[in-house]
């Protein structure tokens, strides 16, 4: 009897799993991170059979604005879905004759009866839908119980000071990498998931890292009076502490942080003050004026003293000489340290830039042909053109080399160890204007700068 249970069971709930079904997600509430999707089944319907966490393929999956959808196949996450609109299910280990092929869904579902044969008639598997809610989550209040150290730099005062101070105020924060919250945090939940579960722990780690954050504000010069306009500053200060905590391991960031209200202790307010006061009477002229005020305020005192104003007047003098310094002492010192100051230079005007100077003519040439002197490369009386300049000679084409030491000579004998020019070849040089043949040894027959023919008395 238990196997003909277990066949029936495994046929009908493998008749009813044909269905292609409709997931879909009403509008998530503010108090909700995660919950399960839900198949659509009205009256008309009859898929009112099928498995509880099965997922037939080809079904459909509606993602909705603020909204991520994940598939979990047997625990783990195999699709993932954040842009909004229709999403088909094409993947699923759970076949279905209404999506596909007919011939292979039809082999699919056969197969998958004996697999549920073997395990009593119900599907070994376990497929789940679950939507993440992905829009910002306002209305996270927080406060601080205690004191948090707060470093007040004021260089205009010379301030370097930690004091503490109290924050109240409201964050938001959002999910970001839905996969890592479902793996680290919510996991396979039955029905939702819920801000409650979290705050809590989210505010506990949100207070301690307030300290760094703010420590890493006053690093930029900001008063903790002026928190409340640097709320941008706080948020991505926040969020570089707690990335390890949120971003890397839960898949939450910070969007935003305000500022309600920032206090510090009444004593430490009273010690900034008088710091900053006694920094503004470093200046001589400050002082002597705070001064002059005070003098003020004692001769009033002192002409209203029923015990006698000649007394109060006697006593007024001796405090001011006891000081060591007046008034007029203060603003000599004043105005010495103003007249000290490096006054602004007097700057001559700049002369007016002068012309470049102009290029110098070019040097003219005298015509072979009809001797007037030309500028250009042509003359403009008969047409000759400018003689090309003379190359210049080569090192050995006024001479000869000695055979014995390597010294270029013009004589007969070298002039450094009176070695005899060798009787080789004759080289030649016009006897008439001095041209030197680019081959010693093979000149023309006639000197192409005066005309002269070579012969033995153009020989060196």
């Known amino acids: 009897m238990g196997l003909i249970k277990a066949a029936l069971g495994a046929a009908g709930g493998m008749l009813a799993d044909q269905w292609r079904e409709y997931f879909y ?5 503010a108090d909700v991170l995660v919950v399960k999707g839900q198949k659509r089944v009205g009256g008309r319907s009859s898929n009112t059979k099928g498995t509880d966490n099965i997922i037939s393929n080809g079904s459909v999956i509606a993602v909705a604005d603020g909204q991520c959808m994940i598939i979990v196949d047997q625990g783990k996450v195999t699709e993932l879905c954040a842009e909004p609109g229709e999403f088909t299910y094409n993947s699923s280990t759970e076949p279905s004759i209404f999506y596909g092929d007919l011939g292979q869904n039809l082999q699919a579902t056969f197969a998958n009866l004996g697999k549920r044969f073997a395990f009593g008639g119900e599907p070994p598997k376990d497929q789940r839908v679950y939507y993440f809610n992905t829009k910002e989550l306002i209305g996270n209040k927080y406060g601080t119980p205690s004191p948090v150290p707060f470093r007040v730099v004021d260089e205009r005062a010379g301030i370097d000071i930690d004091i503490a101070i109290r924050c109240f105020g409201e964050y938001s924060y959002r999910v970001t990498n839905p996969i890592l919250f479902y793996t680290n945090v919510c996991g396979n939940v039955s029905q939702a998931y819920t801000r409650q579960t979290i705050d809590g722990q989210l505010k506990t780690e949100l207070l301690t890292a307030l300290q760094p954050a703010f420590a890493k504000i006053s690093e930029m010069g900001i008063r903790y009076s002026a928190l409340p306009g640097h709320t941008t500053e706080i948020a991505d200060a926040l969020n570089d502490v707690l990335s390890s905590k949120w971003r890397d391991l839960r898949g939450i960031e910070i969007v935003s942080f305000g500022v309600s209200s920032v206090k510090a202790s009444e004593e430490d307010e009273a010690m900034i003050k008088e710091m900053q006061k006694n920094a503004a009477f470093m200046d001589p002229r400050r002082a002597a004026a705070h001064l002059v005020g005070a003098q003020a305020n004692s001769m009033q005192a002192a002409a209203s003293n029923q015990g006698g104003a000649a007394m ?7 405090a001011q000489n006891a000081g060591g310094f007046n008034t007029q002492n203060l603003y000599q010192m004043g105005a010495q340290q103003q007249y000290q100051q490096p006054q602004p230079q007097y700057q001559q005007p700049q002369a007016a830039p002068q012309p470049a100077p102009q290029a110098p003519a070019a040097e003219g040439w005298k015509c072979p042909t009809c001797g007037q002197t030309v500028t250009g490369k042509f003359c403009p009386n008969c047409g000759t053109k400018k003689p090309e300049p003379k190359p210049a000679p080569a090192p050995e084409a006024n001479g ?19 070695t005899k020019k060798p009787a080789g070849v004759p080289q030649y040089k016009c006897d008439k204007c001095g041209w030197v043949p680019p081959d010693p040894k093979n000149p023309p027959k006639f000197c192409p700068e005066c005309g002269d023919p070579f012969g033995d008395e153009d020989i060196q």
């Open 25 to 29: 997600c009403e509008s998530l509430p």
């Open 312 to 318: 109060a007047f006697m006593g007024m003098n001796m």
């Open 400 to 418: 000869w080399t000695c055979p014995e030491c390597g010294t270029v000579n013009q004589g007969k004998f070298c002039m450094n160890c009176g």
